[in-house]
């Protein structure tokens, strides 16, 4: 019989690595969705931008995506694992299905699924509560950068700069990069964590123009610069002719697996 756990909270407090942590312990198969929430006192709703999608997928190249209403999970192996996944920053006032917001019963009903438990980081004990943070405000921007390829020295630069303040006070910020030679990176950062995560997807896309896979960067916090960071990561970025004099080179050899550069 197929299972089925949603889990929500806060920016930052490690829904998705938990999520990947459970999947790859279970033996069966595996799915996932991404429910984006819905708008909180002082909190700005993250758009989705499949950054935990990608990964995931990245990571299980079996996993099941259960975003088709018409999908049937009677149809599903037995041993179905599915995670959801729902950022929600204020604490539910009860636990369990009773402290779901009728948007998001409507949203489940309307996809079929009907989840055997609910988890909350901050109120489950189960859950990891190191960097469960509440917050009152919260600003976030939105980056698509589909398509787009950075240079990796640039990529380090503002990245660094991110994180230390020069944009504002950075709370969270997460993305997916594409770099020239085909490699891709997940790129974490929450501000109770010492420094940043930057995790290799395994596929790497050849070096032959700009990779059809998504790309994406989210930041949150408060007091933040979008127009600072629009006009830095569009220095950042490779132009056509750049990224085909980088490219030109890599086509007779195999990709290096360093850090960026």
């Known amino acids: 019989m197929s299972k089925i756990c949603l889990i929500s909270g806060p920016p930052g407090c490690g829904k998705t690595t938990w999520i990947l942590n459970a999947m790859r312990k279970h033996k069966g198969a595996c799915g996932y969705l991404r429910l984006p929430g819905f708008p909180e006192e002082g909190i700005e709703v993250t758009k989705d931008n499949s950054i935990d999608l990608t990964w995931l997928l990245d990571q299980l190249p079996q996993l099941r995506y259960l975003s088709d209403p018409n999908l049937k999970l009677t149809s599903q192996p037995n041993d179905l694992l599915a995670l959801i996944e729902m950022s929600q920053c204020h604490l539910p006032k009860e636990l369990g299905l009773n402290g779901l917001d ?34 009152n405000q919260l600003e976030t921007l939105t980056f698509h950068l589909r398509d787009s390829v950075w240079d990796p020295n640039s990529l380090s630069s503002f990245w660094f700069e991110l994180v230390n303040g020069a944009y504002g006070d950075v709370y969270r910020a997460k993305a997916l990069m594409n770099l020239p030679d085909g490699r891709a990176y997940f790129c974490n ?20 123009g700009r990779p059809k896979r998504g790309s994406a960067l989210v930041v949150q916090g408060k007091a933040l610069d979008a127009v600072g960071m629009q ?31």
């Open 231 to 261: 006009t830095t990561i569009d220095d950042c970025l490779l132009s056509d002719e750049v990224l085909e004099m980088q490219q030109a080179p890599l086509r007779n050899q195999q990709p290096v697996h360093s850090h960026f550069n």
């Open 189 to 208: 950062w929450m501000m109770t964590q010492e420094g940043s995560q930057f995790l290799p997807l395994q596929y790497v896309a050849p070096p032959t």
């Open 102 to 135: 009728q948007r998001i019963k409507a949203q489940l009903k309307e996809l079929n699924l009907h989840p055997d438990r609910i988890l909350h980081f901050g109120a489950d004990s189960e859950l990891p509560a190191h960097d469960t943070l509440k917050f």
